[in-house]
Nanobody, 118 residues
């Protein structure tokens, strides 16, 4: 059974930074492209970043391009999302999953709450 465990969220002021982490069981970051999604209140879940299984290719939603960086450490079976220059509109629950264009598994973790507010 696949289980994603996200951490690292919190309350941060506009312009601040956070680094999210995701690990889990039932999958390996070395065998999968990985991604991060977010869901703000009243909005649909959207992918914000993805990293390819090999080669390090990444892609980002336009809204986060230049501010967020996705990476993964296969030795630790962990995927990260470094978020800089945070804005109030980045406030959401952030989830990770496996896949380049979507969640290839049917399950989601609990997510981690990111709140950007002064």
């Amino acid at each position: 059974q696949v289980q994603f465990v996200e951490s690292g969220g919190g309350l941060v002021q506009p312009g601040g930074s956070l680094r999210l982490s995701c690990t889990g069981t039932g999958f390996t970051t070395s065998d999968n492209s990985m991604n991060w999604y977010r869901q703000a209140p009243g909005k649909e879940r959207e992918m914000v970043a993805a990293i390819a299984r090999v080669g390090g290719e990444t892609k980002y939603a336009d809204s986060v391009k230049g501010r967020f960086t996705i990476s993964k450490d296969n030795d630790k079976n962990t995927v990260y999302l470094q978020m800089n220059h945070l804005k109030p509109e980045d406030t959401a629950v952030y989830y990770c999953s496996a896949g380049w264009s979507g969640n290839m598994f049917s399950s989601w973790g609990q997510g981690t709450q990111v709140t950007v507010s002064s």
